[in-house]
Structure formats: C-alpha cells, structure tokens
C-alpha cells in the first residue's frame, strides 16, 4: 500500500514556476509536496534561459575580441577551444544549480519527491510509493522542444535545445531549423565562436517582432556571417556520411538545398501534459496546453496550472509571475487575474530586441489616434562612448500620453525595458517617464528623451508661446 500525505498543496514541477510555489508556501508554514521526475530547475536552468546566455557571453567575448580596434586596441581572431566554452556554460549551470536542488527545497520545509506524477482521481496524485490528497494542485510541468514531422528528420542526429549544449566540439557548419529568438540568438552565438551557420526560416525571421526593429537585429546577425533564408519551407533532411547532413526547402517554388555538420530544430515548444492523467482529475486540455481562466484555475476547482503548460507565453518570467497569482489565491483567498498586456518579452541577440505592451501596428488597429515616439541610440552619449549605436528606441501612447508599448532594439534592451513594463502595468503617461532622473551617461537615458519628445509639439504651439511671453512681462 502507498504512503498516503495530505499537504496543503501539491505542486507537480520542479521549474522556475513550481520551484516558487514551493518556495514561497513551504515560508509561510504551509504543507508542500513537490514532485519532480526529471532534473531540479527545469529547462531555464538546465537547457535553456541559463546555458543560452551563457553560450551568447562567450560569442560576445570572441566578438569584442574581433573588433577591440574600435577601442584603439588591436584586433584579433579569438582561439575557441569549443571543450572550455562548453566547461563554461555548465559552471554556470552548476553555480545557480544547489539554489533549486533538492536539498535546499527539503531544507526549507518541502517534501520532495523525484518520480513522475499521475492523478488518479480528481483530488489525488500517485508519485513514487506515495498517494498525495492535497487540498489544492498546482500543475507546473512547462514544456519541451516541439520537433515538427519533417521527412528524414528522425534518422539523423539532431539537436534541440535539450541536446544542443552537452556539444564539446564545434560544429562545423550548423543548420538552424526556425528564425525565432531561440533560432537567432543560437544561430549568431555559434557563428560567432567560429561556426559557419545558416537559419531557414518558412516565414519571416524574428517574425513576431515589430519589423522595423527585427530588420536592425537580423542585420546585424546577417553582419556577423549568418545566412537566413526566409520563406523557406523544409521539405526534407537527408544524411549523407558521419559528417554531413543535407536539408532541403522550397523557396518560391524553386527546391534548394545546404549541407552542414549538424541540425538545430528550434520551431517552438510542446506543453508536457502526457501521462499526467488529466482526464481522471477532470482537467480540461489540448494540444496547446492545459485550459485555465484568468486566475489560472483548471476546470477541476482544486487545480491550477501555470507557466509553459498553459500554453501562453512560455517565458521562465511568466512562470514566475503566474507563480504570484496562484499563490495569492490558494493562501490569501484572494484571486489573481493575469494580465499578459504587462508581460515584457526579450530576445538577447546583438543588439537585443524587447518589446512590452502593444506594438505600434496593434495601437494602430485598436485606435488610431496614437503618438509613435522615436529616440535612436546614435543621440545617447553612452551609446557612443561604448560603440554602440546601432538601435532604436520606440514609445507609443495614447492620445493622452498614457503608454500602451515599448519596443526597443539595442545594446542593453532587455534591461531598459524594465521602466516601460513598470509603466504600462501602472498605467503611467509619457509625463511620468519624462519625470524620471536617470543618471549620466547611461543608455537609460534613451527613454527618457523619447518620453520627452511627446511634449515637443507645445514648443511650436502659439498659445504656449504667448503664455510664456505673457509671464515674461513680470520679471
């Protein structure tokens, strides 16, 4: 007979998202299970968000070596001992790692247990010699890389995110299946610790993007050596010896071809409900994920689910966020609602590209009577101190100033976004950026100014003019 435990919640996943439910209700002296099966810290910490930046600051490094003579230094081709790059990414992974590890979640007062779970009724889970009744479940398995049926594909050794980063030795020529961030920021890492690499993408690279700001990132990849094929659909892959692998694609009716060394599949993720049992709790999914409300409830009352299983945007800091709401409800009785209209998003390429709130053809189309500000990184001193104007940054406001989105792509994107998604989940106006003070010299100053531009127009504005005319009068 299994163990039985009855913990005030049981949370299924061992990622960014679980981990902090865990956490934060194991402080609050609440009775926690987690169950994990596979490696503690999910895929951010173990195959994704922390060896992907880990990869793209050595690329960064081997390129700042190659263009030092910009700085009055001399330039050189960096040696990449691709075996030590590989040592540095899993230090990385290894120094963040005894943070979500078992023994500090065991140390804090949860039980863990490493096996997978499976709902056998509506208000129980079966792990690891344990039946779990817990009064609420919180679903937080995330997802997987999605491998698309692709003719060929499952007869040669391909590499998803999961795979990519156990490599020691440097492909020689990489094939990149799929222009979105993970494709991009994968494609110029590897060009740029001295691999030859080519994206196919069957639509537009980084196509989710605000256009005007993608074009400044992919010509900067493009820059780097990395061809990008869009509008060009795999049809097959082929092996051809040890070494080599062959991926064909249509463009434009027209049958092409490339031979590289090894194969990226970087078309999306998969949410991982299989064998879960959702269909014994009465937890309502699909193939996109699992079915929730605002306040991140399944159809069963007892369960929630959050992060990448729901199927939104799969980001370790949505996860995070969900994590909050949830608990927010289950402890305080206070329910949470999302809000994805507060969500920033990031792609950490050279120049990194951002984006929080609505873009400007989503402004456009839901009111068109809207102010798109502009403020290039070429007119921020520090851009130009450091080299690195290459960029632009983009406000839109309402009529009123209110902020309804920012896109920035730059040096530094993925921090100088932080103040627009404060803004945008304050419901603060162009005014209250402008009255900010950042210090000088920053890139952060970028914002400010194109805040600062909505109020350009009152300088041209004969009224004001005359005010101020008339106040002159007095001394």
Same mark, same amino acid.
């Not at 608990?327 to 209209?341: D, E, H, T, Y």
């Given at each position: 007979?299994?163990?039985?435990?009855?913990?005030?919640?049981?949370?299924?996943?061992?990622?960014?998202?679980?981990?902090?439910?865990?956490?934060?209700?194991?402080?609050?002296?609440?009775?926690?299970?987690?169950?994990?099966?596979?490696?503690?810290?999910?895929?951010?910490?173990?195959?994704?968000?922390?060896?992907?930046?880990?990869?793209?600051?050595?690329?960064?490094?081997?390129?700042?070596?190659?263009?030092?003579?910009?700085?009055?230094?001399?330039?050189?081709?960096?040696?990449?001992?691709?075996?030590?790059?590989?040592?540095?990414?899993?230090? =990385? %992974?290894?120094?963040? +790692?005894?943070?979500?590890? /078992? !023994?500090?979640?065991?140390?804090?007062? *949860?039980? &863990?247990?490493? #096996?997978?779970?499976?709902?056998?009724?509506?208000?129980?889970?079966?792990?690891?010699?344990?039946?779990?009744?817990?009064?609420?479940?919180?679903?937080?398995?995330?997802?997987?890389?999605?491998?698309?049926?692709?003719?060929?594909?499952?007869?040669?050794?391909?590499?998803?995110?999961?795979?990519?980063?156990?490599?020691?030795?440097?492909?020689?020529?990489?094939?990149?299946?799929?222009?979105?961030?993970?494709?991009?920021?994968?494609?110029?890492?590897?060009?740029?610790?001295?691999?030859?690499?080519?994206?196919?993408?069957?639509?537009?690279?980084?196509?989710?993007?605000?256009?005007?700001?993608?074009?400044?990132?992919?010509?900067?990849?493009?820059?780097?050596?990395? =061809? %990008?094929?869009?509008? +060009?659909?795999?049809?097959? /892959? !082929?092996?051809?010896?040890?070494?080599? *692998?062959? &991926?064909?694609? #249509?463009?434009?009716?027209?049958?092409?071809?490339?031979?590289?060394?090894?194969?990226?599949?970087?078309?999306?993720?998969?949410?991982?409900?299989?064998?879960?049992?959702?269909?014994?709790?009465?937890?309502?999914?699909?193939?996109?994920?699992?079915?929730?409300?605002?306040?991140?409830?399944?159809?069963?009352?007892?369960?929630?689910?959050?992060?990448?299983?729901?199927?939104?945007?799969?980001?370790?800091?949505?996860?995070?966020?969900?994590?909050?709401?949830?608990?927010?409800?289950?402890?305080?009785?206070?329910?949470?609602?999302?809000?994805?209209?507060?969500?920033?998003?990031?792609?950490?390429?050279?120049?990194?590209?951002?984006?929080?709130?609505?873009?400007?053809?989503?402004?456009?189309?839901?009111?068109?009577?809207?102010? /798109?500000?502009?403020?290039?990184?070429?007119?921020?001193?520090?851009?130009?101190?450091?080299?690195?104007?290459?960029?632009?940054?983009?406000?839109?406001?309402?009529?009123?100033?209110?902020?309804?989105?920012?896109?920035?792509?730059?040096?530094?994107?993925?921090?100088?976004?932080?103040?627009?998604?404060?803004?945008?989940?304050?419901?603060?106006?162009?005014?209250?950026?402008?009255?900010?003070?950042?210090?000088?010299?920053?890139?952060?100053?970028?914002?400010?100014?194109?805040?600062?531009?909505?109020?350009?127009?009152?300088?041209?504005?004969?009224?004001?003019?005359?005010?101020?005319?008339?106040?002159?009068?007095?001394?």
């Amino acid at each position: 007979m299994p163990e039985v435990l009855k913990p005030d919640i049981c949370v299924i996943g061992g990622g960014s998202g679980g981990l902090t439910v865990a956490a934060a209700a194991a402080a609050f002296g609440v009775p926690v299970v987690l169950v994990e099966r596979g490696k503690m810290g999910g895929d951010c910490l173990n195959y994704g968000c922390i060896p992907s930046k880990a990869m793209i600051a050595a690329g960064r490094a081997a390129d700042t070596m190659r263009h030092a003579a910009n700085f009055g230094i001399r330039s050189v081709e960096p040696e990449v001992n691709f075996g030590k790059v590989h040592e540095h990414v899993h230090s =990385v %992974i290894e120094a963040i +790692a005894p943070n979500d590890s /078992v !023994e500090r979640f065991a140390a804090l007062g *949860v039980k &863990v247990i490493e #096996d997978h779970a499976r709902f056998t009724g509506p208000a129980t889970v079966v792990a690891g010699g344990y039946e779990i009744k817990a009064r609420r479940f919180v679903i937080a398995t995330g997802s997987e890389p999605f491998v698309p049926p692709i003719p060929g594909l499952d007869e040669v050794p391909y590499l998803t995110n999961e795979t990519l980063f156990e490599q020691t030795r440097k492909p020689v020529h990489l094939i990149v299946i799929g222009g979105g961030p993970i494709g991009m920021e994968m494609a110029q890492a590897f060009r740029r610790l001295g691999s030859e690499v080519t994206v196919i993408e069957a639509e537009k690279a980084l196509g989710k993007d605000d256009p005007e700001l993608a074009e400044i990132v992919l010509e900067r990849v493009r820059a780097d050596g990395v =061809v %990008i094929r869009e509008n +060009a659909k795999v049809t097959g /892959v !082929e092996k051809r010896n040890q070494s080599s *692998v062959i &991926v064909r694609f #249509d463009t434009d009716n027209r049958a092409e071809d490339v031979r590289g060394t090894h194969v990226l599949v970087a078309t999306g993720r998969s949410v991982n409900v299989d064998g879960l049992g959702l269909g014994n709790a009465g937890v309502d999914y699909d193939r996109h994920g699992i079915k929730v409300n605002d306040a991140l409830r399944t159809s069963n009352r007892r369960v929630y689910a959050i992060g990448d299983v729901t199927g939104g945007l799969q980001f370790t800091h949505v996860a995070g966020y969900h994590a909050g709401l949830v608990l927010q409800s289950i402890l305080f009785r206070v329910p949470g609602k999302q809000n994805r209209g507060i969500i920033p998003v990031a792609t950490y390429t050279d120049p990194e590209l951002a984006q929080v709130g609505l873009t400007e053809e989503q402004a456009r189309v839901r009111d068109g009577n809207i102010r /798109v500000l502009r403020w290039p990184y070429a007119e921020n001193d520090r851009a130009q101190a450091e080299r690195k104007t290459t960029g632009l940054l983009k406000l839109v406001t309402d009529k009123k100033g209110r902020v309804l989105g920012a896109a920035i792509a730059g040096a530094g994107a993925g921090e100088m976004i932080n103040i627009f998604a404060l803004a945008i989940a304050r419901k603060m106006t162009a005014s209250d950026v402008r009255g900010y003070v950042p210090p000088y010299p920053t890139m952060a100053e970028i914002g400010k100014r194109a805040a600062t531009a909505y109020y350009s127009p009152m300088t041209r504005n004969p009224w004001v003019r005359r005010i101020i005319g008339f106040l002159r009068k007095f001394g």
